[in-house]
C-alpha cells in the first residue's frame, strides 16, 4: 500500500544542502512523482522494495564488530561468508531504510538507519583492517553506510552529535582500510574507487573526489580491451563470467557518480586502449544471453573440466541472483535507445533488486533500478 511522500526536502541540522551521490535530489523527486502521480511500473517496484525494506527493518539489529577482518575467500571460504554477511546486511539495510525514508518521509525508516550508522560507529572502536580480504569486502559491503547517511544527512532525528560520531568513525577507521586497494589491478580498484568516492564525497574531500574521479578513465583504458574484453578477470576461470559483472557493476556506479558530482560523462569516453564501457557492456551481453559461447571461447584456456558459474536470473524475486540484471536494466536506462536490447533483457525479470547473490545481500551496485532507473546521459 502507498505511504505518504514526503512534499520536499529539508536542509541538515548544519544547514548544509548536498547532492547524495550515488542519487541527486532529481533522481529522488523524479521518483516521488512517479509514485505520486500513480505510475504503475513505479507503484509496482516501490510495493517489492517497501516489503522487504520492512522485513528486514523491523526485527534486524545492528551486527556491528569491534575488529572487523575478513580472511581469503579462496582459502577459508564459510568463515569469510559467515564474517562479511553481517557488514553487508547491515549495510544493505541502512542505505535501503534510508532510500524508504526519502521516499515516503517516514520517520520508523529514518531511525532503522540511523540505529546501523550509530551501532557502527559506537561498537567498530578497533576499525577494519587492512589484510587478506577485508579491504574488498569494506569497499563493496560497506560503501552502503556511507550511501545511507549522505540520505539519511537531513534527517532532524540523526542529532549533530550523532552524525560527527559517524563522520569520525568514516574518517579514521573506514577510509583507510578501502584506500589501501584504490591502486589494485583488476575489480578490487573499481570497488576501491567506488567506495573512496563515495567516502571522499561525504566527507567533502573535493579535491580527493576530483582525483578519484581521474582514476576512471586510467581503470577503463587498463581493464578493457579494444574488443571489450576484461582479460584480468577472464582469467578467474570458472567465475570469469561473475568477476565480469563483478568488475563492470562498480565501474559503472563510479562512473555514475563522477555525472552525478562533476558532469563528467565516462559512459561515451574511448581509451587510448581502444576500449570503452560501451565496448564491454556489448561484448559481454553476447555471453550472458548464451553463456555457451563463453565455454567454447575459454574453457579450454581458462577452466577445462570444470562447469562454468552463469548468470542465473530469476523472475524478479529478490532470492534470486539477479546479476548481471541490474547492471543491464541500469545500463539500458543511461544509454536509452541506443541500447533497446538490454532493456528488452531485463523487462522479463522487473520489477528487480541487485546486489544480491542467492539468498544474501552481497554488494552494493545498482541495488535498485527499477525503483531508481538511472537518467539517460547517452541518447545517440
Not at 6 to 20: D, F, N, P, Q
Request: proline share 4%; net charge negative.
Amino acid at each position: 500500500m502507498m505511504t505518504t511522500l514526503m512534499s520536499g526536502v529539508s536542509t541538515s541540522a548544519s544547514g548544509e544542502i548536498r547532492e547524495y551521490g550515488i542519487y541527486t535530489k532529481k533522481e529522488i523527486a523524479d521518483t516521488r512523482a512517479r509514485l505520486k502521480n500513480g505510475d504503475p511500473t513505479a507503484q509496482e517496484a516501490f510495493d517489492q522494495f517497501i516489503h522487504r525494506v520492512d522485513s528486514w527493518c523491523m526485527p534486524r539489529l545492528c551486527h556491528a564488530a569491534e575488529n572487523f577482518y575478513i580472511k581469503w575467500y579462496y582459502v577459508s571460504t564459510q568463515e569469510h561468508i559467515t564474517a562479511s554477511k553481517d557488514l553487508t546486511h547491515d549495510a544493505y539495510t541502512a542505505f535501503a531504510a534510508a532510500l524508504a525514508w526519502q521516499l515516503t518521509g517516514e520517520d520508523k525508516y529514518a531511525e532503522k538507519a540511523k540505529e546501523f550508522l550509530n551501532g557502527w560507529a559506537e561498537i567498530n572502536t578497533g576499525g577494519f583492517s587492512t589484510e587478506e580480504d577485508t579491504p574488498l569486502v569494506a569497499a563493496y559491503g560497506g560503501v552502503g553506510f556511507i550511501y545511507a547517511a549522505e540520505l539519511l544527512s537531513e534527517y532532524e532525528g540523526w542529532s549533530e552529535k550523532e552524525q560527527a560520531a559517524f563522520k569520525n568513525w568514516v574518517a579514521t577507521r573506514y577510509k583507510p582500510a578501502v584506500f589501501t586497494i584504490v591502486d589494485n589491478e583488476n575489480n578490487w580498484a573499481d570497488w576501491a574507487v567506488l567506495a573512496c568516492l563515495a567516502t571522499s564525497h561525504y566527507l567533502n574531500d573535493t579535491a580527493v573526489v576530483d582525483a578519484l574521479i581521474a582514476k576512471i578513465p586510467k581503470l577503463i583504458d587498463s581493464q578493457i580491451d579494444s574488443e571489450g574484453r576484461l582479460p584480468l578477470e577472464i582469467k578467474r576461470g570458472t567465475n570469469g563470467m561473475w568477476y565480469t559483472y563483478f568488475c563492470l557493476a562498480p565501474l559503472t556506479q563510479a562512473a555514475q557518480f563522477a555525472y552525478n558530482l562533476r558532469g563528467t560523462n565516462y559512459f561515451n569516453y574511448t581509451a587510448p586502449s581502444g576500449g570503452s564501457i560501451e565496448k564491454a557492456l556489448d561484448n559481454f551481453f553476447g555471453y550472458v544471453q548464451d553463456p555457451d559461447r563463453w565455454d567454447a571461447d575459454y574453457k579450454e584456456e581458462q577452466y577445462s573440466g570444470q562447469r562454468l558459474n552463469r548468470p542465473r536470473p530469476g523472475n524478479g524475486a529478490i532470492a534470486a541472483p539477479n546479476w548481471p540484471l541490474n547492471l543491464y536494466k541500469s545500463m539500458a536506462d543511461i544509454y536509452g535507445s541506443r541500447k533497446r536490447a538490454f532493456g528488452e533483457y531485463a523487462a522479463e525479470y522487473e520489477p528487480m533488486m541487485g546486489g544480491w547473490t542467492e539468498r544474501e545481500a552481497h554488494h552494493l551496485a545498482w541495488c535498485f533500478p527499477s525503483l531508481m532507473p538511472a537518467p539517460a546521459l547517452v541518447t545517440k
